[in-house]
Nanobody, 124 residues
Framework: QLQLVESGGGSVLSGGSLRLSCAAS????????IGWFRQAPGKEREVVAS????????GYGDFVKARFTISMDDAKKTVNLQMNSLKPEDTATYFC?????????????????WGRGTQVIVSS
């Protein structure tokens, strides 16, 4: 059974950094995409970053602007999101999600399995 468990959320001051991790288990195919998304209260869920296991191709949401970096470990069981220069507007619940797509995708609808999320709070 597929499981995604996020960790690493917390509270930081503006300009600070956090590293989120998504531990995946129960994967039945070596080809898939893992994405990070976020949702702030009253706002729609938006893509943060995504990476595929096939070629390691990476994509980012438009707002990221080089502040965040997604990576997949050698065993391809953990996907990390390094977030630097955090701003108060980055405050949200961050989710990792799995897509059967072997090629990187940034479309929310392509992701069919979601973790429970981890909260990130950035204060000024």
């Amino acid at each position: 059974q597929l499981q995604l468990v996020e960790s690493g959320g917390g509270s930081v001051l503006s300009g600070g950094s956090l590293r989120l991790s998504c531990a995946a288990s129960g994967l039945t195919s070596p080809y898939y995409t893992i994405g990070w998304f976020r949702q702030a209260p009253g706002k729609e869920r938006e893509v943060v970053a995504s990476i595929d296991s096939t070629s390691g191709i990476i994509g980012y949401g438009d707002f990221v602007k080089a502040r965040f970096t997604i990576s997949m470990d050698d065993a391809k069981k953990t996907v990390n999101l390094q977030m630097n220069s955090l701003k108060p507007e980055d405050t949200a619940t961050y989710f990792c999600a799995w897509s059967h797509s072997p090629r990187m995708t940034l479309e929310v609808g392509d992701f069919t399995f979601w973790g429970r999320g981890t909260q990130v709070i950035v204060s000024s």
